[in-house]
């Protein structure tokens, strides 16, 4: 019978299996000493609350008696979620990827009593297919194995913790040719005109985005064609890009995703991915990394090209952060699943008759013969003009405001996902819409509201937090938006109370009731580093930069390789799995490695710690041989690297003078970093606290000081980036 051991977890992921009849254990020293005492393999599960396939499995398999008692007779099973312990899920991962050449969620690996992997995949039917056995018939043959060929197990265990080993641990090479590009001579490759010809092979010139079908977001790629044509980097490709190309391949790309179902139209904020080219169908979970992402990326493309479209679409994000993610203390949770009622995507689409009925979702108050007015921020639009009470202009009827919606969202009796509409607009359309349009959005956002929400990751992870918070800081300094800049500090001030311990270690994961759990992992501390530096410039308060140096030298200490260079994912105090890891190639977010790099070159120009850039060009360093034959694998890489190679701007904007901050907050400079307010004991502040001027500087070299707003913008445009 099973036994209940994951029903106190913070992880919602493995409370939703705390009923199953697979006796699941959580990891642990329990799990691992009961195998070895009825020597019997483990069943490692890992997924994540979001995952729609982990669901299926778990339908399918997981709380199917006959499947759990096989696992319960054979096997120890362990649950594990992926969002709390990247480190596990990053070990067990390489394996199935050296097994099978591919992986993802579910995974499921069989381990031998001491942690080695012998056999994986991800997920596996109920019944067998053509060309894929099912989860029972794998669970006989694995006990057979098991049982009866024990020497081929551990053989294998052997060959995949040896391939996890050389896969894993990249050193730096000495020889790499990278390196001469961080050397400030112009020697070595130009690694943004190599990730920009890769690009141009890869780019969609119809719909957007870098190769087929599923389509992921990918902000980083995004962001990098957009630093390229802002600093005229580019040089021509084999088909003739350059600045103007990098910037098409970075507009096409939001143009599409606004308009395609991936952006919610309603509620604001992104789904993870699109199955289509066309970004029409996503895959409907929302993720905090993406919303934090794809922030930075809109509000760039809106700083470079001032079009308004990006900047509603910002908007929308954080609203959908504040009304359905936030904690009431600050914190922001994880992810909502794409499920909801057991059916994938039906909170957010549509019928013509499900328009219709929800146009009699007003607000309170309003009435149709007083004329309507609503606000309608949330998904990311401008207040909506129409008639007020006493006006001698006739309101919109209920039918017409239900026409004006589904013609402009295109909602068909047919549909376009399963019999109904998932929203969306012609590409390069307008986002926002006439009168009739904005009040039916509304009425449509109250009555979804309605619904059976998808299920909610309520777990806060530093990571994320720290990641949208550093991109909220930024949009909130570039737009004025003091709201936006409460909720960022907010959120920083969160994290410093909750997910850190009084001897000064961070911790991973945070839940209302349960409290913090779990050490945190060299991603958590890179994107805190960026997240504290991102505060103090957008508050001039000297403490976020002194909590950015507490953590960077933490960072330093824990996760450091100081031979082999870059930095370990686990601490020297965290657990030992088979194999320390080393995080350097980007995925769904920036590779660890990348963020510490790029975190740490900023902090070390406004503190003038040269520990921090030198730690930052070995993780660097670190990736050259990628860098040199596969620049967008490690693109957040890339960025670093270019900061590194042109050196940072520092922009120090001294005393009361707001007209010289605006100059600097209101453009986008990447390259540079901004001191102001508060001053610290940073050699940018010798002999400048007293004079209400802004120093522009790079390289050692200071133009003339600045103390009017013209001769500032003439500085930083001679200085883009």
């Known amino acids: 019978m099973a036994v209940n051991r994951l029903a106190t977890e913070t992880s919602p992921y493995l ?5 199953n009849p697979v006796d699941w254990h959580p990891w642990g020293d329990e799990a691992f000493e009961q195998a070895l005492r009825q020597d019997q393999p483990i069943f490692l599960s890992i997924g994540y609350s979001a995952c729609h396939w982990c669901h299926v499995m778990a339908h399918e398999s997981f709380e199917d008696p006959a499947t759990a008692a096989a696992l319960n007779a054979g096997f120890v099973s362990i649950k594990v979620d992926r969002e709390e312990r990247p480190d596990i899920d990053a070990v067990y991962m390489e394996a199935v990827q050296a097994l099978t050449g591919s992986g993802g969620w579910p995974l499921n690996v069989f381990l031998t009593p001491d942690r080695r992997p012998f056999f994986g995949g991800t997920y596996f039917p109920p019944q067998d297919r053509a060309g894929q056995p099912s989860f029972r018939t794998v669970l006989g043959a694995l006990v057979d194995v098991w049982e009866n060929r ?8 052997e060959a995949l913790s040896t391939a996890i080993d050389s896969r894993s641990v990249m050193v730096r090479d000495p020889t790499s040719n990278v390196l001469g590009s961080l050397s400030g001579t112009g020697d070595g490759p130009d690694l943004v005109a190599m990730a920009l010809a890769e690009l141009d092979r890869r780019f969609d010139r119809r719909w957007g985005g870098f190769g087929p079908a599923p389509k992921f977001p990918q902000p980083a790629l995004i962001d990098l064609a957009l630093r390229a044509a802002l600093l005229e980097t580019t040089r021509s490709t084999s088909s003739g890009s350059g600045a103007g190309s990098a910037m098409s391949m970075a507009t096409t790309t939001l143009d599409a995703m606004a308009a395609g179902g991936i952006h919610d139209h309603l509620g604001g904020g992104f789904a993870r991915y699109s199955t289509d080219v066309r970004w029409l169908v996503p895959h409907f979970e929302k993720m905090l990394y993406d919303q934090a992402g794809l922030l930075r990326a809109y509000l760039h493309g809106w700083q470079v090209t001032r079009r308004a479209s990006y900047l509603r679409v910002v908007e929308g994000i954080v609203g959908y952060v504040g009304r359905d993610l936030t904690d ?3 914190g922001v949770y994880s992810a909502e699943d794409a499920d909801s009622e057991g059916v994938e995507g039906k909170f957010y689409v549509w019928t013509p008759a499900q328009i219709a009925a929800a146009m009699d979702d007003r607000a309170p108050g309003e009435r149709q013969d007083a004329g309507e007015r609503q ?7 401008a207040d909506i003009d129409v008639a007020g009470a006493g006006s001698s202009v006739a309101p919109p009827s209920d039918d017409a405001v239900g026409r004006a919606v589904v013609d402009w969202f295109g909602v068909t009796p047919e549909g376009n996902f399963e019999g109904a509409t998932i929203l969306c607009r012609p590409v390069g359309a307008p986002l926002t819409g006439p009168n009739e349009v904005e009040i039916g959005r509304a009425r449509l956002l109250r009555h979804r509201s309605t619904r059976v ?3 909610l990751d309520d777990k806060v992870l530093t990571e994320w937090n720290a990641m949208y918070a550093s991109a909220l800081a930024e949009a909130a300094a570039a737009t004025d938006r003091h709201d936006w800049a409460d909720t960022a500090v907010g959120i920083g001030a969160f994290l410093v109370a909750n997910l850190r311990r009084s001897d000064g270690r961070w911790l991973r994961s945070w839940q209302r009731g349960a409290g913090a759990k779990h050490l945190a992992f060299a991603a958590d501390y890179a994107w805190l580093v960026d997240c504290f530096v991102r505060l ?4 001039g308060h000297a403490h976020w930069t002194d909590r950015a140096v507490e953590t960077a030298d933490a960072m ?6 100081h031979d082999g260079g870059g930095f370990f994912t686990t601490g020297a105090d965290a657990e030992q799995l088979i194999v320390r890891t080393k995080d350097v190639f980007d995925g769904a977010t920036p590779s660890a490695n990348a963020v510490a790099a790029l975190a740490l070159a900023r902090l070390g120009a406004l503190t003038g710690n040269d520990r921090y850039d030198q730690a930052a060009r070995e993780a660097v360093e670190l990736v050259g041989p990628v860098l040199d034959h596969q620049p967008t694998a490690c693109a957040y890489s890339v960025i670093a690297a270019e900061l590194l190679r042109r050196g940072a701007t520092e922009v120090v904007v001294a005393g009361d003078r707001r007209d ?9 400079l990447p390259g540079a970093v901004l001191a102001w307010g508060e001053p610290t004991a940073s050699p940018l502040w010798a002999g400048r606290a007293g004079f209400d001027r802004a120093y522009v500087c790079i390289g050692q070299v200071c133009k003339v000081p600045a103390d009017d707003p013209r001769t500032l913008e003439d500085q930083l445009d001679g200085m883009r980036g």
């Open 15 to 19: 409370r939703q299996h705390a009923d």
């Open 150 to 157: 024990r020497d081929e197990v551990l053989e294998q265990a």
């Open 328 to 330: 009431p203390d600050g």
């Open 375 to 381: 606000d309608a921020g949330d998904a990311g639009d």
């Open 453 to 455: 929400r998808p299920g």
């Open 536 to 539: 103090g410039e957008l508050t």
């Open 556 to 561: 330093l200490a824990l996760f450091c390789d």
């Open 660 to 668: 010289l901050l605006d100059v600097v907050r209101h453009r986008w």
